[in-house]
């Protein structure tokens, strides 16, 4: 099993900032793909950003040029910097591990993100 712990959600204002973490324990294994997923109420959960073993990032549309992701493989920890921050933004954001080779996908239980108008 692997076990995911996200931290730094809160509530912000319209074009502020805040950063996410999310440190991974239990069987990690290199090779694994992390990234960031949310949920808003009412709509399904979308990738937000995810981040390859080699460094490889790819983003939604919505959060290009606003967010960004980076990890500490050394520390088994992903990161999410996110600025410039709309009230769209608004969900529960959940933490991603996954091994596709190997089909194994963990999720982190989320944090809410709140961004004010």
């Known amino acids: 099993q692997v076990q995911l712990v996200e931290s730094g959600g809160g509530l912000v204002q319209a074009g502020g900032s805040l950063t996410l973490s999310c440190a991974a324990s239990?069987?990690?294994?290199?090779?694994?793909?992390m990234g960031w997923y949310r949920q808003a109420p009412g709509k399904e959960r979308e990738l937000v950003a995810n981040?390859?073993?080699?460094?490889?990032?790819n983003y939604a549309d919505s959060v290009k040029g606003r967010f960004t992701i980076s990890r500490d493989s050394a520390k088994n920890t992903v990161y999410l910097q996110m600025s410039s921050l709309k009230p769209d933004d608004t969900a529960v954001y959940y933490c991603?591990?996954?091994?596709?080779?190997?089909?194994?996908?963990?999720w982190g239980r989320g944090t809410q993100v709140t961004v004010s108008s």
């Open positions: 991603n591990y996954r091994r596709p080779i190997f089909s194994e996908n963990w």
């Open positions: 239990g069987r990690v294994f290199s090779g694994n793909v």
């Open positions: 981040i390859t073993p080699g460094g490889t990032t």
